[in-house]
């Protein structure tokens, strides 16, 4: 069965920098585009990324263009978040999500992880 | 980017109510919308993609219609499982976009 697993999270201080992984098992993790989505604290969720089955295309969301970088590791079965000069709008509960069908990511999110938790704060 | 709304953002219902959700879209997406449903303090779950397919697992009282820039969700028969948020989501375009949440309480 599919499991994505999120690790990363934690307290960061504004400006500074994060990485976020996602380790993905139970399907070809390189046949699949895969997506980023948050929810900040008792709000609704924001889609912020996704990266194609070979990491030849990825899309931003407007709130984190230029500062988040979203990449894979077909070798490891595992997705990235780089996060820059972080915010503390970014706080949020970070999910990964595979892709319904699509390579491309041009899919919804079919499938989820159970989300790791970025707090931005000094 | 396109704005998706949804309504009501809340309601109440007993066991076994009929409930319809509706979200529009504030531009054409055709069917690429999928429905979302999320419990407190756990992942969402995906219910329906294309707008009317069945995700593999769900029960079959869920079911979408709708195309264009409207849609709706219907729980034919409320169970107590179902109390919970339910976003839509539409992957027309990026950047792709949610509906602001209806939460589902019990009457």
């Known amino acids: 069965q599919v499991q994505l697993v999120e690790s990363g999270g934690g307290v960061v201080q504004p400006g500074r920098s994060l990485r976020l992984s996602c380790a993905a098992s139970?399907?070809?993790?390189?046949?699949?585009?895969m997506h980023w989505v948050r929810q900040a604290p008792g709000k609704g969720l924001e889609w912020v990324a996704v990266i194609s089955y070979d990491g030849s295309n990825k899309y931003y969301a407007d709130s984190v263009k230029g500062r988040f970088t979203i990449s894979r590791d077909n070798s490891k079965n595992t997705l990235y978040l780089q996060m820059n000069s972080l915010r503390a709008e970014d706080t949020a509960v970070y999910y990964c999500?595979?892709?319904?069908?699509?390579?491309?990511?041009?899919?919804?999110?079919?499938?989820w992880g159970q989300g790791t938790l970025v707090t931005v704060s000094s | 980017d396109i704005q998706m709304t949804q309504s009501p953002s809340s309601l109440s219902a007993s066991v076994g109510d009929r409930v319809t959700i509706t979200c529009r879209a504030s531009q054409g997406i055709s069917s690429w919308l999928a429905w979302y449903q999320q419990k407190p303090e756990k992942a969402p779950k995906s219910l329906i993609y294309a707008a009317s397919s069945l995700q593999s697992g769900v029960p079959s009282r869920f079911s979408g219609s709708g195309s264009g820039t409207d849609f709706t969700l219907t729980i034919s028969s409320l169970q107590p499982e179902d109390f919970a948020t339910y976003y839509c989501?539409?992957?027309?375009?990026?950047?792709?976009?949610f509906g602001g949440g209806t939460k589902v309480e019990i009457k």
């Open positions: 989501q539409q992957y027309n375009s990026y950047p792709f976009t």
């Open positions: 139970g399907f070809t993790f390189s046949s699949y585009g």
């Open positions: 999500a595979k892709d319904q069908e699509t390579a491309a990511g041009t899919g919804p999110c079919g499938y």
